[in-house]
């Protein structure tokens, strides 16, 4: 069975500063990877993508990920955080033909 | 990029009514279409899986009775909340995919709150 964990519920950090958001992963095969961003009240933003290729992901607003298959991992990382940066973040996984299945996501907090 | 309506965005309904919620892909075909279901600060759950022409593909646990789905064309699925009481209510999302400028991305929509009195 595909699953998706997210070890954080929430993320603080200072706008300026680097931020990482974690996810690992389990799934027979190979995984499709994916970060979701969530605003309150509405629905998912697409952000970045894994399905092959480089392990480095490069995506919307600044935001990429690594793949790190030894460690079944998929990090959201964004060398800048800013204040508009704050929302409800989703890591997904999926193999070919099925649906996301989601972790239960983590909230990131920007200060200013 | 893709885009995905979903209407309406808020109903309040009483209990024992019926909900139809529209989703539609505006710029693709959309060979398939998700349901899922949010509750407060938590994460998405799939309802359903349906394809165009085909008969949804249910979770476990997800009554289909309960919660109709129909996918008559590649740009329209509709779930319908039959008889719909208090614990019916939550955040429901769809989201759909294709095989052209969306093969391997869900998009998704904006999701409908729904509050059952």
């Known amino acids: 069975a595909q699953s998706v964990a997210q070890p954080e519920d929430q993320v603080n950090v200072a706008e300026g500063n680097p931020l990482t958001v974690k996810c690992t992963y389990s799934v027979s095969g190979n995984p499709y990877l994916f970060w979701y961003v969530q605003y309150p009240n509405r629905g998912l933003q697409f952000l970045l993508k894994?399905?092959?290729?480089?392990?480095l992901v490069k995506g919307s607003y600044g935001f990429e990920a690594e793949f790190n298959k030894s460690q079944t991992s998929f990090h959201l990382k964004k060398p800048s955080a800013l204040v508009s940066d704050s929302a409800l973040y989703f890591c997904a996984v999926r193999q070919a033909g099925t649906a996301l299945i989601f972790g239960k996501g983590t909230t990131l907090s920007v200060s200013s | 990029g893709a885009v995905v309506s979903q209407h309406p965005s808020r109903v309040i309904c009483k209990s024992g009514t019926s909900v139809k919620i529209e989703c539609r892909s505006l710029d693709f075909q959309a060979t398939t279409m998700f349901w899922y279901r949010q509750f407060p600060k938590q994460s998405l759950m799939l309802m359903a899986t349906?394809?165009?022409?085909?008969?949804?593909?249910?979770e476990q646990g997800v009554e289909k009775d309960k919660f109709l789905i129909n996918h008559a064309s590649l740009t329209l699925s509709t779930l319908t909340v039959t008889s719909a009481h208090p614990e019916d209510s939550s955040f429901y999302i769809c989201?759909?995919?294709?095989?052209?400028?969306?093969?391997?991305?869900?998009?998704f929509g904006a999701g409908t709150r729904l509050s059952v009195l």
């Open positions: 349906s394809n165009e022409g085909s008969k949804a593909t249910y």
């Open positions: 989201s759909a995919s294709g095989q052209q400028i969306a093969k391997n991305i869900q998009y």
């Open positions: 894994y399905i092959t290729g480089d392990n």
